[in-house]
């Protein structure tokens, strides 16, 4: 068989001993006279691509790659054939690596440009996907392994593939991924390629960075490999999620995942598929560090190891009566002092029926007393009742669940939410229990019996916060459609809406070429509110990295604080109504002056995003949860770092303070920790 190279004919192929194609009458020609084509691949915007035989090389298979641009104009024409020779500079830079293709010729004949590569016999992702369905966490995980090896290799060579996806990943034989295709590869400059007015990519997997304004860098294929995990973990293609929702789908994409993944590749995704690139992780090394984490190291004495002599089995070492009288006052003495610290910690409450590791912080005056289990997924949100008695917790599992805090045992479980629970709160009054949900309700619960009282609706998107006035009479709800609703909590009517937190980002037109102007606002969703103790400010923290203050009486916005480089994830506000803390993904937390909107100072010392803020009753102590696993306590007045607990495995998303400022409960993927501060 000898494939027709005319780009125009419809029907190539032709049988041996022809000489012209009969579908176009063009001669057939064997390239090179070397390189024989012998079946069509497949076409694209800039070429076509044959299956083809070298002939010096035992007929051994290999791929043409032509030239063919589906184009007009001299400027199109110029950059097809700047991405075509582009491509065969990389893969002779690249090739070298077993699982990226091997350059084999690159040349010009009859007028066309043509380059010949190594053939990786497998099908590409996209076919598996189709053929096989979705793919399970293991898979991609190997995927991850083995891909992110091949980008490490292509970034440390300063390219930019910029065009990761699955049908441009090959699964050999071996079962080892090939990359192909860097036709749209990119020579890193520095630390930044930036052609502004370009736009290379595939539509749903390219980064904002990318699709804007042509900006390539190390992370913009980290967010093509995030969304390319997402496509066959889900069977659903990015691009159908973006022309809905732009690129705001990054922050709920385990949604629509048909199976749940581990909290350990959820982390990693979520920082992948970050929409600023200064967020996401900015080389393939972190993420492979992320995705094999080095086992815990154990702590080895400096002091040289004590030699003593062995006793013979058959001759046990015998002591003097002094001896076995010294040992025996030894061992009262120790079990004195054991029993002396267990009658302790009954006494104090730290030695509850229900599962315990008593730890005992960096300083002692604070103690892991225990550990709740019972949620399946993340435990987003936890709330302490006005008497301290309950505990609430909100979860990814779409359940809230009611806690004994001070024995640890579970009441009951509120199962009505259809969709994860993104926050809960209990009235100052302990009455009623308010949860919102991506369900995009708020529902009212009776949190003595746990009887659904009420569901309120209007939200087009998710409830990502709600908080309760301290008269016990109404609540704020925060929501991912850019909007805060107030609602009378007796009657359940709605009292207004706030929408004037995204002046300043809606007023700016961003050149995105294929993003509607109408997606963008879907970006600036409200994460959090807080209301002031005196009930008449309201602060709300969101996506457009700033902080809004509003009269809660009228619902006029006051002030916009600005100065975090991030979302604020969390705000929260003093008793004195004086202080207010945000917590932010640039990983500070900032103080403000409630009153005059003056940034007082900026807390660092997390080295992941500050999921959540709480501030103790007594207006002293600040707690602040973090993706780095651990919750901070600071001395708000001052600013310094009290302590750091440990002792979440996973990043911890809620922090919450007891009424009398004596226990913290903070939340992790399906467990909560109790501590005490004594």
Same mark, same amino acid.
């Given at each position: 068989?000898?494939?027709?190279?005319?780009?125009?004919?419809?029907?190539?192929?032709?049988?041996?001993?022809?000489?012209?194609?009969?579908?176009?009458?063009?001669?057939?020609?064997?390239?090179?006279?070397?390189?024989?084509?012998?079946?069509?691949?497949?076409?694209?915007?800039? %070429?076509?691509?044959?299956?083809?035989?070298?002939?010096?090389?035992?007929?051994?298979?290999?791929?043409?790659?032509?030239?063919?641009?589906?184009?007009?104009?001299?400027?199109?024409?110029?950059?097809?054939?700047?991405?075509?020779?582009?491509?065969?500079?990389?893969?002779?830079?690249?090739?070298?690596?077993?699982?990226?293709?091997?350059?084999?010729?690159?040349?010009?004949?009859?007028?066309?440009?043509?380059?010949?590569?190594?053939?990786?016999?497998?099908?590409?992702?996209?076919?598996?996907?189709?053929?096989?369905?979705?793919?399970?966490?293991?898979?991609?995980?190997?995927?991850?392994?083995?891909?992110?090896?091949?980008?490490?290799?292509?970034?440390?060579?300063?390219?930019?593939?910029?065009?990761?996806?699955?049908?441009?990943?090959?699964?050999?034989?071996?079962?080892?991924?090939?990359?192909?295709?860097?036709?749209?590869?990119?020579?890193?400059?520095?630390?930044?390629?930036?052609?502004?007015?370009?736009?290379?990519?595939?539509?749903?997997?390219?980064?904002?960075?990318?699709?804007?304004?042509?900006?390539?860098?190390?992370?913009?294929?980290?967010?093509?490999? %995030?969304?390319?995990?997402?496509?066959?973990?889900?069977?659903?293609?990015?691009?159908?999620?973006?022309?809905?929702?732009?690129?705001?789908?990054?922050?709920?994409?385990?949604?629509?995942?048909?199976?749940?993944?581990?909290?350990?590749?959820?982390?990693?995704?979520?920082?992948?598929?970050?929409?600023?690139?200064?967020?996401?992780?900015?080389?393939?090394?972190?993420?492979?560090?992320?995705?094999?984490?080095?086992?815990?190291?154990?702590?080895?004495?400096?002091?040289?190891?004590?030699?003593?002599?062995?006793?013979?089995?058959?001759?046990?070492?015998?002591?003097?009566?002094?001896?076995?009288?010294?040992?025996?006052?030894?061992?009262?003495?120790?079990?004195?002092?054991?029993?002396?610290?267990?009658?302790?910690?009954?006494?104090?409450?730290?030695?509850?029926?229900?599962?315990?590791?008593?730890?005992?912080?960096?300083?002692?005056?604070?103690?892991?007393?225990?550990?709740?289990?019972?949620?399946?997924?993340?435990?987003?949100?936890?709330?302490?009742?006005?008497? %301290?008695?309950?505990?609430?917790?909100?979860?990814?599992?779409?359940?809230?669940?009611?806690?004994?805090?001070?024995?640890?045992?579970?009441?009951?479980?509120?199962?009505?939410?259809?969709?994860?629970?993104?926050?809960?709160?209990?009235?100052?009054?302990?009455?009623?229990?308010?949860?919102?949900?991506?369900?995009?309700?708020?529902?009212?619960?009776?949190?003595?019996?746990?009887?659904?009282?009420?569901?309120?609706?209007?939200?087009?998107?998710?409830?990502?916060?709600?908080?309760?006035?301290?008269?016990?009479?109404?609540?704020?709800?925060?929501?991912?459609?850019?909007?805060?609703?107030?609602?009378?909590?007796?009657?359940?009517?709605?009292?207004?809406?706030?929408?004037?937190?995204?002046?300043?980002?809606?007023?700016?037109?961003?050149?995105?070429?294929?993003?509607?102007?109408?997606?963008?606002?879907?970006?600036?969703?409200?994460?959090?509110?807080?209301?002031?103790?005196?009930?008449?400010?309201?602060?709300?923290?969101?996506?457009?990295?700033?902080?809004?203050?509003?009269?809660?009486?009228?619902?006029?916005?006051?002030?916009?604080?600005?100065?975090?480089?991030?979302?604020?994830?969390?705000?929260?506000?003093?008793?004195?109504?004086?202080?207010?803390?945000?917590?932010?993904?640039?990983?500070?937390?900032?103080?403000?002056?409630?009153?005059?909107?003056?940034?007082?100072?900026?807390?660092?010392?997390?080295?992941?995003?500050?999921?959540?803020?709480?501030?103790?009753?007594?207006?002293?102590?600040?707690?602040?949860?973090?993706?780095?696993?651990?919750?901070?306590?600071?001395?708000?007045?001052?600013?310094?770092?009290?302590?750091?607990?440990?002792?979440?495995?996973?990043?911890?998303?809620?922090?919450?303070?007891?009424?009398?400022?004596?226990?913290?409960?903070?939340?992790?993927?399906?467990?909560?920790?109790?501590?005490?501060?004594?």
């Amino acid at each position: 068989m000898l494939c027709c190279l005319n780009p125009a004919c419809h029907n190539p192929p032709n049988p041996d001993g022809t000489i012209f194609c009969s579908n176009c009458g063009v001669g057939l020609v064997v390239l090179r006279n070397r390189y024989r084509p012998i079946k069509s691949l497949g076409a694209g915007g800039f %070429g076509k691509t044959y299956l083809a035989e070298d002939i010096d090389k035992l007929n051994k298979k290999c791929v043409i790659k032509q030239l063919a641009p589906q184009v007009q104009g001299t400027g199109a024409l110029q950059k097809a054939t700047e991405l075509f020779e582009q491509e065969a500079r990389r893969l002779e830079q690249l090739g070298e690596y077993p699982q990226i293709p091997t350059l084999l010729a690159y040349f010009e004949e009859d007028n066309c440009l043509y380059l010949v590569q190594q053939f990786i016999d497998g099908q590409n992702l996209l076919k598996e996907l189709q053929q096989q369905g979705t793919f399970s966490e293991g898979k991609i995980r190997d995927l991850l392994q083995d891909l992110l090896n091949i980008l490490k290799v292509v970034h440390q060579h300063k390219v930019i593939h910029r065009d990761i996806k699955p049908e441009n990943i090959i699964q050999r034989g071996d079962r080892k991924l090939v990359l192909i295709d860097f036709g749209a590869s990119k020579q890193l400059t520095k630390t930044v390629m930036t052609a502004k007015g370009t736009m290379i990519g595939s539509l749903g997997y390219a980064p904002l960075e990318q699709m804007q304004g042509g900006e390539a860098y190390p992370a913009s294929d980290l967010y093509s490999l %995030g969304a390319t995990c997402f496509h066959l973990l889900s069977g659903i293609h990015p691009w159908e999620l973006f022309t809905k929702q732009g690129y705001t789908w990054v922050s709920s994409w385990r949604q629509h995942l048909q199976q749940p993944v581990s909290l350990e590749l959820r982390r990693i995704l979520d920082k992948l598929l970050q929409e600023d690139y200064q967020q996401r992780y900015q080389s393939a090394e972190e993420v492979l560090q992320d995705l094999n984490p080095a086992p815990p190291s154990t702590k080895v004495s400096s002091q040289p190891p004590i030699s003593t002599p062995r006793a013979s089995a058959k001759s046990p070492v015998k002591l003097k009566a002094w001896q076995q009288r010294l040992l025996a006052g030894v061992a009262i003495t120790l079990g004195g002092l054991v029993l002396t610290q267990f009658v302790g910690y009954v006494r104090y409450g730290l030695f509850p029926t229900n599962p315990i590791s008593v730890i005992a912080s960096q300083d002692s005056d604070v103690f892991l007393t225990r550990t709740l289990t019972g949620h399946s997924n993340s435990v987003s949100s936890v709330a302490i009742s006005p008497d %301290g008695k309950t505990l609430a917790s909100g979860s990814d599992d779409k359940t809230i669940k009611l806690w004994n805090l001070v024995t640890g045992e579970q009441i009951r479980t509120l199962t009505e939410h259809s969709s994860p629970v993104n926050s809960v709160a209990i009235s100052p009054d302990g009455n009623t229990l308010v949860s919102g949900s991506d369900d995009r309700t708020i529902k009212l619960w009776n949190p003595a019996t746990g009887e659904q009282i009420r569901t309120f609706r209007g939200h087009t998107g998710y409830v990502n916060f709600v908080a309760i006035s301290p008269d016990s009479k109404t609540f704020a709800s925060g929501s991912s459609h850019k909007t805060i609703k107030l609602w009378n909590l007796t009657t359940g009517k709605q009292i207004r809406t706030l929408t004037g937190h995204f002046k300043s980002v809606d007023s700016v037109a961003l050149p995105v070429i294929i993003r509607p102007q109408s997606l963008e606002p879907d970006k600036q969703q409200v994460i959090s509110v807080a209301i002031s103790p005196d009930g008449k400010t309201l602060a709300s923290g969101s996506y457009d990295n700033t902080i809004e203050r509003w009269n809660l009486e009228t619902g006029e916005p006051i002030r916009t604080l600005t100065g975090h480089s991030s979302q604020v994830n969390s705000v929260a506000i003093s008793p004195d109504g004086k202080t207010l803390a945000s917590g932010s993904g640039d990983k500070t937390i900032k103080l403000w002056n409630l009153t005059t909107g003056e940034q007082i100072r900026t807390l660092t010392g997390h080295s992941d995003w500050v999921s959540s803020v709480a501030i103790s009753p007594d207006g002293k102590t600040l707690a602040s949860g973090s993706w780095d696993n651990t919750i901070k306590l600071w001395n708000l007045t001052t600013g310094e770092q009290i302590r750091t607990l440990t002792g979440h495995f996973n990043r911890v998303y809620s922090v919450a303070f007891s009424p009398d400022g004596k226990t913290i409960a903070s939340s992790s993927y399906n467990t909560i920790k109790i501590w005490r501060l004594r």
